[in-house]
């Protein structure tokens, strides 16, 4: 429970009163950002008791002569909107005149530009939070006030407008939608503008005083170039690039075919920025509109032009990973690089990986990984021999592995990608990168999110390529069945719950090469299911991928689980609520049993307990009945078609579900079926 849910009663009121000090303003103005902070974190049900005394007491301030309430109470207003989102739907129409009214009235001095900015911002989340059918009459007088705005702000590139105006166009773009698109025109040209700005830098010796440069040590952000200097760099335009990418990739992502008439214009640029040196946040973001361009010109039909696309696209994010040297940036990278083969593949078919592309895209990850294990040895090092290691050393190793993991999950991802866009035409480049995950699978040597992605990708391997992998994958099948033993000392669920899944793959996919890797994994499985924690929190997960890998094994036949011996057991160890993929696959067995009229589960103590399981699951998270091809409505055809053929077995068996709740849950769920 967090800190705005447990004390919400005290300290709402307690910031109220602070907001009531009219005679201080500075007290007003700082019980308002007080305010916006607890609302960042806090639930709109949390908020709901309080809002209407919020709201009063933001209204009573927006009516204040200091320009430092006004703005704290236009960004606190903004922040309670975004919060309660449609609960201010009936608050809508006490405000948005008056925040209309600061908006086109331009600022008498240069010192209240900053709170038109803040209305923009105000007024566009407000917009967000109670939709396009609130927000849609005010939409066009705003956007004409932004017009205007945009137009004078221009004239000054330190105007704090121009970044709020930025966002604030994006915002309306993600209101309005398709009706967005005749305001392209106009927006376009300022935001290409503000993203090819190119930053104030200067040198500073190491000895010059930061505070010397213009504006003062706050407007600029101080980068060491060596030991004996720096590199100062101008926030206020360097803000208003990265503002101006994130909006682009907002555009981008709402207009999508409507967009393609910009793309010509717009990917060179984006390209350009993937080589931005003086920020990691820029080239990240250009990495991630990249498949957005794709996706774009797909929409708009323009097929042909995507190979073309994609190529310039391959070549430049492989030479831009290749040159990267921060980890979270690659991460975004490799991401991007996923989402371009999802998105082309898809729409073209895998033929738009050319050898050539698959080839650079493995040499690529195969220079990664051998770098990466050379930093992982580093750190294993100097945690065991560094006479200088301590807690410190320690707090910056695992940041550098918090980085890393992300980068690794990519990397992992993308090779799961590459396996199904490509099939087992990427079987033979994959083989050449395999060592290098093999070291992942050292449970010395590695930390444990190294051993869960390791086991992810195998898994993809067995899932594409089923018996054929069975040589590549046998070497390291006592690893994989090492951890599906939990060690109450050093538990990992996730690291379980990988290995639990890559086994349920090769019992239905892998044929009769796993057989026996499967029949050891079997008493191991049940260890996990049987365990007294098995559905503890963090563990429920592991514990229902185990269940399932059970029923995959045993539903083999070449497995040799007899249904009648396996079959109670599995039903006492049921249900599955949290992983919907795995319920999909368990409850879809059970129907085609009863279906079958298999004569096992059809026996009247297993066909109870199957009707207690379904009673439970249906019409929840992993048994939806509002999904035509979902396993809740298989479930509710599949026990109406037993019911029909035996009416009065089937109001007994019913009638022996011992939970009432459930009993009348599967009764009603039939009953409004009919």
């Known amino acids: 429970m967090g800190f705005q849910t447990m004390f919400h009663e005290t300290v709402v009121p307690a910031l109220l009163n602070m907001m009531q000090d009219v005679e201080n303003p500075r007290v007003q103005a700082h019980g308002a950002a007080a305010l916006v902070n607890f609302c960042e974190h806090a639930h709109k049900s949390t908020l709901q008791p309080h809002l209407n005394n919020i709201l009063e007491r933001l209204a009573e301030m927006l009516s204040s002569s200091f320009r430092i309430v006004l703005e704290q109470t236009v960004t606190a207003l903004a922040t309670v909107a975004d919060t309660s989102k449609d609960l201010f739907g009936q608050y809508y129409q006490h405000f948005m005149p008056q925040l209309k009214m600061i908006l086109m009235t331009p600022p008498r001095d240069p010192k209240w530009r900053l709170l038109r900015g803040k209305t923009m911002e105000c007024i566009t989340l407000i917009g967000i939070a109670v ?189 831009a990973i290749q040159n990267e040297t921060e980890v979270e940036v690659i991460s975004w990278q490799i991401e991007s690089l996923k989402d371009c083969i999802e998105t082309i593949c898809g729409q073209g078919g895998p033929e738009y990986v050319t050898p050539e592309v698959l080839a650079g895209i493995v040499a690529l990850l195969d220079t990664y990984m051998q770098d990466y294990s050379v930093r992982c040895d580093d750190r294993k090092a100097r945690r065991t021999t560094d006479e200088d290691y301590d807690v410190e050393s320690e707090k910056h190793i695992n940041m550098e592995e918090e980085d890393e993991v992300q980068a690794i999950k990519e990397i992992a991802n993308l090779i ?168 999909h696959f368990v409850y879809s067995y059970l129907c085609e049993l009863l279906q079958a009229r298999d004569p096992v589960i059809m026996m009247e103590a297993n066909l109870i307990r199957t009707f207690d399981i379904f009673a439970m699951v249906v019409n929840t998270y992993v048994a939806p009945i509002d999904e035509e091809d979902g396993v809740g409505i298989t479930i509710i055809h599949t026990v109406k078609a037993i019911g029909a053929a035996n009416p009065s077995v089937m109001e007994q068996i019913v009638g022996r579900i011992s939970d009432v709740d459930n009993r009348q849950k599967l009764v009603g769920l039939l009953n409004a079926a009919q």
């Open 131 to 319: 939709k396009k059918e609130v927000f849609a009459p005010d939409a066009r007088e705003v956007m004409e006030a932004l017009n205007t705005t945009q137009q004078t702000a221009e004239q000054d590139p330190d105007d704090p407008q121009i970044s709020y105006m930025l966002a604030a166009w994006a915002r309306i773009c993600e209101i309005l939608g398709d009706d967005f698109q005749p305001y392209l025109g106009i927006v376009m040209p300022p935001l290409l503008h503000s993203i090819q700005l190119e930053p104030e830098v200067q040198v500073l010796e190491a000895n010059q005083n930061p505070g010397d440069l213009a504006g003062g040590a706050e407007n600029w952000e101080i980068i060491p170039a060596g030991e004996d200097r720096n590199i100062g760099i101008k926030t206020s335009i360097l803000d208003e690039k990265k503002t101006a990418c994130e909006m682009l990739r907002i555009y981008i992502q709402q207009m999508k075919g409507s967009f393609a008439p910009y793309i010509e214009q717009v990917a060179p640029i984006v390209l350009n920025l993937l080589k931005f040196v003086l920020d990691e946040d820029i080239r990240s973001t250009a990495a991630s509109i990249i498949p957005l361009l794709l996706h774009s010109a797909l929409a708009a039909g323009q097929g042909p032009q995507c190979a073309a696309l994609w190529q310039g696209f391959s070549q430049e994010l492989l030479l």
């Open 416 to 583: 799961h990608t590459l396996f199904s866009s490509l099939g087992p035409a990427f079987v033979r480049p994959f083989v050449g990168l395999m060592p290098e995950f093999a070291k992942m699978l050292d449970p010395q040597g590695r930390p444990h999110s190294d051993h869960q992605w390791a086991l992810c990708i195998i898994d993809d391997l067995v899932e594409t390529c089923g018996p054929d992998s069975f040589p590549l994958v046998a070497p390291y099948a006592q690893y994989i069945l090492g951890y599906l033993v939990d060690n109450p000392d050093d538990s990992h669920p996730e690291v379980i719950q990988a290995a639990a899944y890559g086994i349920g793959i090769m019992a239905m996919t892998g044929g009769a090469p796993f057989c026996e890797v499967c029949k050891q994994a079997l008493p191991l499985l049940q260890a996990l299911v049987q365990a007294p924690d098995a559905r503890a929190l963090g563990k429920i997960d592991a514990t229902e991928n185990a269940l399932s890998a059970i029923v995959k094994i045993c539903k083999q036949p070449e497995m040799g689980f007899p249904l009648a011996e396996t079959l109670p057991q599995i039903l006492a160890w049921l249900p599955i609520t949290n992983d919907d993929e795995e319920a």
